[in-house]
């Protein structure tokens, strides 16, 4: 069982907490790891020490190219540890290990574009008069904090640190309790390139002690959130205290609207991977499938014999699902399933499953339901699992109703081979990603990515995350 530290001021801590917080492998419940149990003081001096960093001349006085290279250099980093990463990660989390893989090149591209972003963040002269000289700089904000989720922390850390880090920030991190393994690694890697100390630091711990007490810390200038709903209402009120922006990225329930007149087997294809990735817990997950009333039973009978060849395992079998994360998250997708049986009628799955050698885990079989109303919580909240909740449009504005229909706003999935259609929904659809004949577009670090209504705000990914970690200054200058 590895023993974490916590990294602060370019040091390892040695905590004096002696029991730690244990973590395990969802695989089969196996303790695999301590990480410390941070506490407000620990935050405390891990945001200390970036703000005396980011004050410093050693990181000011860095290059904006040679902050690229920076990057560059941890993206190599991360890339000649690719297998131990991933596995990593697969251990960690329960995703079978392909999804493990995928993280990890998404990881290094993360560090590769935002590294290539680094001495291309530019302002802008504006006219006013002859003799004044008006331009605008982009400057960094200052002390970063970014909270991390647990279901795909390799992903989440590289986007946001990367984007932080490459505009001149210096950065707190609080990685998710439950899954902080690759994190730690990619903390490795960066105290490796002797950054000087302080710009980058790592507490771990608990949400409600060193999640709150990094969120609260009035020293903070910027705060990037990835979680729930309600843990995002407390961050951004904690940011609204101390006067501060933050993204939230909050998850979502997202609609894959399917015509009759699709690509049958491209969309069967899309619609299950769109539900089954990493198990369900995905914010972006397909989650509701709504398919025209006349093609109902042909697209579910080909929908459920792809759900039947899924296969289901520990996460290093590299099966299509892996187990769900912890005892928690499993009796709140159990629950959901069994208010489905109360409500609806379940087409497909819905029990849970043991598998010899990892019972431990927690496994359950992928789920379709059907028969529930749009009211129904099965229709509006997250289930954050392999189950797929079915409704049916006759046209496409009920289509398009129904796609509006939750608080949630994140990704909306199109398939149709109607071009005016598909562009007509996506004008009208209150979603931060729209996929038309496809769902996710291969991972999509170039493209902005954040939701509407309480899918979040602030976007995450691409060269539009840049404005979170950069302030405008106006400065005019009278020369005559
Ligand atoms: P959470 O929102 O409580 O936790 C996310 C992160 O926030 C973790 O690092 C956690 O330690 C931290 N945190 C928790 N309370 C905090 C606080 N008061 N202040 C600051 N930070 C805090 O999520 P969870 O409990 O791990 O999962 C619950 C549900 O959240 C899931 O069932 C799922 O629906 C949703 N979720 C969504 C995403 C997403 O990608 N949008 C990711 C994880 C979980």
């Known amino acids: 069982m590895q023993k974490f530290q916590m990294y602060i001021n370019g040091k390892w801590i040695r905590h004096t907490d002696a029991d730690g917080i244990v973590v395990r492998n969802p695989s089969n419940g196996d303790k695999i790891a301590v990480i410390p149990r941070g506490t407000r003081d620990d935050v405390d001096s891990a945001v200390k020490a970036a703000y005396t960093a980011f004050r410093g001349e050693s990181w000011r006085k860095i290059k904006a190219f040679e902050r690229g290279e ?28 392909s999804q493990g893989y995928a993280d990890v090149d998404a990881a290094i591209r993360y560090f590769r574009f935002y590294g290539g972003a680094a001495d291309k963040v530019m302002g802008n002269t504006i006219p006013i008069e002859d003799g004044l000289l008006d331009y605008v700089v982009r400057e960094p904000v200052g002390v970063t904090a970014h909270i991390i989720p647990w279901n795909y922390p390799l992903q989440i850390i590289s986007r946001s640190v990367a984007a932080a880090l490459t505009t001149g920030n210096t950065v707190v991190v ?25 710009v980058f630091n790592h507490v771990t711990g608990y949400g409600h002690e060193a999640g709150a007490a990094l969120a609260n810390h009035p020293l903070i200038n910027h705060i990037t959130f990835t979680g729930s ?8 009120k904690a940011a609204m205290e101390n006067v501060v922006p933050s993204t939230l990225e909050l998850g979502g329930k997202s609609p894959n609207i399917v015509f009759a007149d699709c690509d049958i087997d491209r969309t069967v294809e ?27 039973e042909t697209f579910l009978t080909k929908v459920i014999e792809r759900f039947r060849n899924l296969t289901i395992g520990p996460g290093i079998q590299d099966k299509d699902l892996g187990p769900i994360l912890n005892v928690k998250q499993f009796q709140h997708v159990m629950g959901m399933i069994e208010l ?10 819905g029990k849970q499953l043991t598998i010899k050698g990892f019972e431990g885990g927690n496994y359950v079989e992928p789920t379709i339901i ?9 229709a509006q909240e997250e289930i954050f699992g392999p189950v797929l909740t079915v409704f049916t449009f006759k046209d496409t504005e009920e289509a398009l109703e129904l796609a509006n229909s939750t608080e949630y706003g994140l990704v909306t999935g199109i398939w149709t081979k109607n071009i005016n259609k598909a562009h007509y929904l996506a004008s009208r659809i209150e979603a931060g990603q ?33 404005d979170n970690y950069t302030i405008l200054k106006n400065v005019a200058v009278k020369y005559r």
């Open 174 to 198: 609080k990685s998710a309790e439950d899954t902080p393994m690759t994190a730690m690694q990619i903390t490795k890697f960066i105290d490796e390139l002797q950054l000087p100390a302080g």
């Open 370 to 378: 059907d028969g529930v109303s749009m009211d129904s919580r099965l």
């Open 70 to 97: 920076i990057l560059f250099d941890l993206a190599d980093k991360i890339k000649t540890h690719r297998d131990e990463l991933a596995e990593l990660e697969s251990v960690d989390v329960g995703k079978p290990l």
């Open 434 to 466: 729209i996929f038309i004949n496809n769902y996710g577009a291969g991972g999509g670090e170039q493209m902005p990515f954040g939701g509407y209504k309480k899918s979040g705000f602030g976007r995450e990914k691409g060269l539009a995350a840049l």
């Open 229 to 236: 709903v309600v843990t995002g209402i407390s961050v951004g």
């Open 270 to 296: 899309g619609v299950v991977r769109s539900i089954v990735q990493n198990t369900g817990q995905t914010c972006s997950a397909g989650a509701r499938l709504l398919v025209e009333e006349s093609f109902k």
């Open 340 to 349: 489905a049986r109360k409500e609806g009628n379940i087409l497909f799955g």
